[in-house]
């Protein structure tokens, strides 16, 4: 048996989502304008009625408009996407251009010359330089050529490569023309996801 809608573990309306809330009459001369619907069945705010097979709608007793209720954790997440943060945290962390830990201060700051940022902690046997974010210690190599998913051995076929896969040949097909390694050719698939993840969220933002 399905649950009673207004019961505690199915509420009317969903729950704010880290001060997330969007279920509220969007009619700027009425006197609920963004003031949100409560979880309990018995707002004396709003009601809500069914306007479809999946679907409630969240109507206003003062202006008597109606809208569809939506999911604050959906909205959330696609916040979050759009974002971009853990594609971001790995391009910083491979590029060595600034703090890759996300929640830090300097998360996207790329003044590495700020003392008030970064400090210096020695180089390394390749001779890049490595540095420490002065807010939560993390530690990175500048110019880094240890990248885990960005090869740059042979990147002179990074472009026909691409071009193959956007093409949607087939990847077998893609390694006899490039006469890369499955590995190698793995690790740039991983690189171009990255990369345009990031041009997408620097478009979308």
Do not use: W
């Not at 097979?53 to 569809?68: I, M």
């Not at 090869?151 to 949607?168: A, G, R, T, W």
């Amino acid at each position: 048996m399905g649950q009673i809608s207004g019961s505690e573990n199915n509420p009317p309306v969903p729950q704010e989502v880290l001060g997330i809330n969007v279920n509220c009459c969007h009619n700027p001369e009425c006197g609920n304008f963004c003031v949100p619907a409560t979880i309990t069945p018995e707002d004396i705010n709003y009601l809500t009625t069914p306007s479809g097979k999946y679907t409630a709608s969240l109507g206003c007793k003062e202006c008597g408009r109606y809208s569809y209720i939506k999911s604050n954790y959906a909205i959330h997440e696609e916040l979050f996407r759009l974002q971009s943060l853990n594609e971001l945290s790995t391009i910083y962390r491979q590029d060595g251009r600034c703090c890759s830990r996300i929640g830090c201060k300097n998360f996207g700051n790329f003044k590495l010359n700020d003392k008030n940022s970064y400090r210096k902690r020695g180089i390394t046997r390749a001779g890049n330089q490595r540095l420490q974010c002065q807010h939560c210690g993390l530690t990175f190599t500048l110019n880094s050529q240890k990248r885990k998913s960005h090869p740059q051995s042979k990147s002179y076929k990074n472009e026909i490569l691409f071009k193959l896969l956007v093409n949607q040949s087939p990847i077998n097909r893609a390694m006899e023309m490039t006469e890369l390694s499955a590995s190698a050719n793995y690790k740039k698939i991983d690189m171009f996801y990255e990369r345009c993840v990031s041009f997408v969220q620097a478009r979308e933002e």
